[in-house]
């Protein structure tokens, strides 16, 4: 009897002691939500959209000879342009290659600012494909633009342009399953989430 009575009496002790513990963490969540800040000190967020495969671009280069159309949109789709904010209109760019452009609510705007807030955590850059940069993020302040985010959600990768806050850690997967459900609640997710 006096085995149960300790046996009770530990348990109990430990399971106080985890509350306390979840409450810390609670308070400690909260405040770190109080912190983050944007990336972007926007007033308007625009999303354009492709719906090309890496497979149809290099389908598409085998076929024909390469202009210099084809290899800015290439670059846009799988490389690293732009690598700074153009001087030459970004929109009138995407459109030109055949981007679309989503019509967002307010709500889905402050959403997607909250997914481009800086954040503590750890990013494991490690990507086993090559992007495929089919979502355009781009942010405005004064219909200026002041930052774009290129995202593969197949992958994770992204490439973020005009934040002065640093962005390595954000890209979790999560974070880009949270912002495929704003923009594209629709589509079927496409990439597996990681372990």
Do not use: W
Request: charge should be neutral.
């Amino acid at each position: 009897m006096k085995k149960i009575i300790f046996i009770i009496t530990v348990i109990v002790a430990l399971s106080c002691n985890n509350s306390k513990k979840s409450d810390v963490d609670n308070k400690e969540e909260v405040v770190a939500k109080k912190e983050l800040r944007p990336f972007f000190d926007s007033d308007e967020i625009n999303h354009y959209f492709v719906d090309y495969t890496l497979e149809s671009i290099i389908d598409f280069e085998e076929k024909s000879k390469k202009s210099k159309k084809h290899q800015e949109f290439e670059d846009l789709f799988i490389g690293y342009f732009p690598d700074s904010i153009p001087k030459r209109d970004f929109e009138e760019i995407l459109i030109s290659h055949n981007y679309k452009k989503s019509n967002l609510t307010i709500k889905q705007q402050k959403e997607i600012e909250n997914v481009f807030s800086q954040k503590d955590s750890l990013q494991m850059s490690a990507y086993a494909c090559v992007p495929e940069y089919r979502d355009i993020f781009i942010f405005k302040k004064k219909e200026k633009t002041i930052g774009i985010a290129k995202i593969c959600f197949k992958c994770g990768r992204f490439q973020i342009i005009g934040s002065e806050i640093d962005t390595q850690y954000f890209g979790l997967f999560e974070e880009l399953d949270k912002l495929h459900n704003i923009v594209r609640s629709n589509d079927k997710k496409l990439r597996t989430s990681g372990p």
